[in-house]
């Protein structure tokens, strides 16, 4: 059975940094593409970065590129989003999804989602 679980989550003020994981259970992470999204109240979930399954290829959103870091640890199946320099308008609920040919870093294009993890950034 196919598992995501997100943690790490957390309050933070302006500047904070927090850093995210996505540990997969059934099935081998490093064969999937895996993208970090997040939903802020109101707004639609967006893509924030996406890593590719083999050259590792990463993608990030403009909104956050010099700030967050996205990265595998083989060993331990698991997929982590640091997030440095963290904004107000980075809270949201963050989620981690694979799909093994995602076309672009698009909540579309993933089939299986964690459950995620509340960010809260205070000004």
């Known amino acids: 059975q196919v598992q995501l679980v997100e943690s790490g989550g957390g309050s933070v003020q302006f500047g904070g940094s927090l850093r995210l994981s996505c540990a997969a259970s059934?099935?081998?992470?490093?064969?999937?593409?895996v993208g970090w999204f997040r939903q802020a109240p109101g707004k639609e979930r967006e893509g924030v970065s996406c890593i590719s399954n083999r050259d590792s290829t990463t993608y990030y959103a403009d909104s956050v590129k010099g700030r967050f870091t996205i990265s595998r640890d083989i060993a331990k199946n698991t997929v982590y989003l640091q997030m440095n320099s963290l904004r107000p308008e980075d809270t949201a609920v963050y989620y981690c999804?694979?799909?093994?040919?995602?076309?672009?870093?698009?909540?579309?294009?993933?089939?299986?989602w964690g459950q995620g993890t509340q960010v809260i950034v205070s000004s």
């Open positions: 059934g099935f081998t992470l490093d064969y999937y593409h």
């Open positions: 999804a694979v799909d093994e040919v995602p076309r672009a870093c698009v909540q579309d294009e993933y089939e299986y």
